[in-house]
């Protein structure tokens, strides 16, 4: 064979693998701009050596407050500030109010329970979930006088401690996750429960697990991880032990089911189920029940005992704001009672303060990953239907058209001049449209009765100087903890 032919075949090869990996790598037509994606990793190496949050303000900078970026082969556009967020998440909230499909959860939550479905399942068990935990917080006993007595407990574990240092994590997590399993599997925690106890260190274990190497290569590549050994299967082995905790609760529940008096979120569901048995289309059946059950407790712990963990730590940052706050329940509440929802009202610089804890360390800074429902027409781009999209919840919680010095630690970020409580339309830890938290109402009421009745009958102390206190959060993926800290609690009479 003469050499010109068989080389200007190659070339002619060669040149259609170049064009075609180009023309992989393209953003498709219509979505916003970004980083030029390589085949296959995307925009992966723009994106190391950084926390994701931190590169993806490098590239808002450059590219404006929405941009798409690849993660591996899947396109994802990101929104950024208020006016991007509000815009989607509010003002198309038809468009962007489906969650993203993803990797992790199509295999663990497999398209049930509320917050990784979509569609009809979605629709129906959001809506169930809402009315039967308003129903149980209105009927026997109110959420409040739920989590006061929990606080009590908690109060009384902290006097224990004799104002010694302790690392407040166990405790905080506990008294929280009992306020949630006491409203979905109708147990309190009763402290010598190992199995319920495990559950607990499941779900932070997960929790920490979503920012290894292994979990977060799965994410992007799942056909290729999938088969493998390695750590990611923890996760999901992980899932499988919690779905089975849960199975094993539902079990006792039927055994002492008695469907006019309804005790928790499992009762009324079951009763559902067996209003709705022989439906084909019913979307209240055994996995719905067990995976719903799931969120609803991770959802519903993980995130308010980081909140509350992450809060006490900036007021030994910022001691001259517990001490405020401490000023205004002594006040408003004195020494006698404990405080109640009533008092928020009248507490102005607290209610400041617990909005500006939550505001600073934006504990679920990329938000929670969303989908177009249809192709979405944003900002003179086409967003196909089922395009992933992130709203960047710590740019809207740190943008400075909103938030003056939105770096600095300030509660005065709620205050007006005169002193007075203000809302700000920017404060969205729990995020807006269709798909925001559900559990906002319960977890405010948390946060507000924990950090008053702390405050209240404990000096807190840390063992080492307000300067050296390191505020940097522990890890920082899907969602923010603090770093591990100790503190003393010293009784106020
Ligand atoms: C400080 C505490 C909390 C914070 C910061 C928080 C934040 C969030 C955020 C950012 C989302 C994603 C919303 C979206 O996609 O737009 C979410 C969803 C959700 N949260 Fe919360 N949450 C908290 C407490 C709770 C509690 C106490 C519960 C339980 C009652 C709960 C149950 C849920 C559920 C079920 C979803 C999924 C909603 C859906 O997909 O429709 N959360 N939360």
């Known amino acids: 064979m003469e050499p010109w032919p068989w080389i200007s075949s190659l070339l002619l090869v060669l040149l259609a693998l170049i064009l075609l990996l180009l023309l992989w790598g393209r953003v498709p037509g219509g979505l916003p701009p970004g980083p030029q994606p390589l085949p296959l990793l995307g925009n992966l190496l723009q994106l190391r050596g950084q926390p994701l949050l931190c590169s993806l303000l490098r590239l808002r900078e450059r590219y404006g407050p929405v941009f798409t970026v690849h993660l591996g082969p899947r396109p994802v556009v990101m929104l950024c500030g208020y006016t991007a967020v509000k815009e989607a ?15 992790m959860t199509q295999r663990t939550s497999k398209g049930c329970g509320i917050a990784f479905s979509n569609g009809e399942t979605w629709k129906q068990l959001r809506r169930f979930a809402l009315s039967a935990l308003r129903d149980l917080g209105m009927g026997r006993r109110s959420i409040e006088e739920q989590i006061q007595e929990e606080l009590g407990h908690l109060l009384g574990e902290l006097r224990q401690t004799g104002g010694a240092p302790v690392d407040p994590t166990f405790l905080l997590h506990r008294s929280v996750a009992n306020i949630i399993c006491s409203m979905v599997f109708g147990e309190g925690f009763d402290y010598s429960d190992s199995e319920l106890q495990e559950l607990l260190d499941l779900t932070q274990e997960n929790a920490r697990r979503l920012d290894n190497i292994w979990v977060q290569l799965y994410a ?36 002492t089911l008695e469907p006019a008096a309804p005790r928790d979120y499992i009762d009324t569901f079951l009763i559902r189920m067996q209003q709705e048995e022989g439906d084909p289309s019913t ?10 059950a799931l969120d609803l407790f991770f959802a519903g712990s993980e995130t308010t005992s980081s909140t509350l ?23 408003v509440v004195g020494p006698s009672r404990l405080p109640c929802g009533e008092d928020r009202q009248r507490m102005p610089y607290t209610d400041a303060t617990i909005h500006e804890i939550q505001r600073f360390i934006d504990i679920v800074p990329l938000g929670v990953p969303r989908m177009t429902t249809r192709d979405a027409h944003f900002r003179g781009y086409v967003m196909p239907k089922g395009t992933t999209v992130f709203p960047l919840l710590n740019s809207v919680l740190h943008d400075p058209a909103w938030f003056p010095d939105p770096e600095t630690f300030d509660p005065a970020h709620f205050l007006d001049d005169k002193g007075r409580f203000r809302r700000n339309a920017a ?53 923010k903890a603090p770093p591990r800290y100790q503190v003393c609690f010293t009784p106020r009479w």
């Open 89 to 103: 998440l509010v003002d198309q909230a038809d468009d962007f109010g489906a969650r993203a499909e993803m990797p």
């Open 220 to 255: 992007l590549f799942p056909w290729l991880l999938g088969p493998l050994p390695g750590p990611h299967n923890r996760l999901f082995e992980n899932f499988d032990e919690q779905k089975r905790y849960v199975a094993r609760v539902v079990r006792k529940h039927e055994d």
């Open 283 to 292: 979307q209240f059946h055994r996995e719905n029940l067990l995976v719903s």
């Open 309 to 331: 963990r992450y809060g006490l730590l900036l007021l030994l940052k910022y001691p001259h704001v517990a001490e405020r706050v401490q000023e205004e329940i002594q006040a």
């Open 427 to 479: 404060f969205v830890p729990f995020s807006a449209g269709k798909r925001a938290c559900p559990g906002e109402g319960l977890a405010r009421t948390e946060l507000f009765l924990f950090f008053t009745s702390v405050l209240q009958r404990f000096a807190i102390a840390s063992p080492v100087g307000a300067k050296e206190l390191d505020i940097t959060p522990e890890h920082s993926g899907f969602g």
